[in-house]
């Protein structure tokens, strides 16, 4: 009985199967982690667009709204083709100002005063389909009137003014 007492049975470790075995969970679990986190990163990245461009139209609801009430229709007509981004009372960190050009930096805005365009550059390009395939969203400010003689365009003096919009010049979407 004296003679075992210093001695231990053999360590036991793993074997090379359940070793396997182990790491392929680890990396399975990893990849669907991997998965998951990036579409979240891509439902994040379409809802800050969506509230940049809801606030753009609440500042452009409350400047018509002054407008109206002073009763500047000029002042209204203004507006169409205006920078969106100069009614907010502070622009969001990734508004880049008013450039020429694309916008090279993904995750930004840019206003281009040249064609009176605000365009957003995706962050995530592979899950935008925006303006001509690219991975950009254009934004206008139109004017909202009425055509009394339909003819298609603005007539100062004939056609009635009833506001602006912040209107996408084309369709864009997000996709999983």
Not at 9 to 18: D, K, Q, V
Not at 154 to 166: E, K, S, Y
């Amino acid at each position: 009985m004296l003679a075992n007492r210093g001695i231990s049975p053999p360590a036991r470790g793993f074997t090379l199967l359940e070793l396997v075995v182990v790491i392929c969970l680890v990396a399975i679990l990893f990849t669907v982690a991997a998965n998951r986190l990036w579409g979240l990163q891509v439902l994040a990245e379409q809802a800050a667009m969506d509230t940049v461009v809801g606030n753009l139209r609440s500042a452009l609801g409350m400047k018509v709204a002054e407008l109206f009430t002073k009763g500047d229709m000029a002042g209204l007509r203004a507006l169409e083709g205006s920078n969106p981004m100069a009614l907010l009372a502070q622009t969001p960190e990734n508004y880049l100002g008013e450039q020429v050009g694309q916008v090279t930096q993904r995750g930004s805005w840019i206003y281009r005063p040249g064609d009176r365009t605000l365009v957003y550059r995706a962050k995530n390009e592979a899950y935008f389909k925006g303006h001509g395939g690219q991975p950009e969203a254009h934004f206008r400010v139109r004017l909202v009137y009425e055509d009394r003689n339909r003819n298609g365009r603005f007539d100062p003096g004939r056609d009635a003014v009833n506001g602006v919009r912040l209107v996408a010049v084309e369709p864009y979407a997000w996709s999983e």
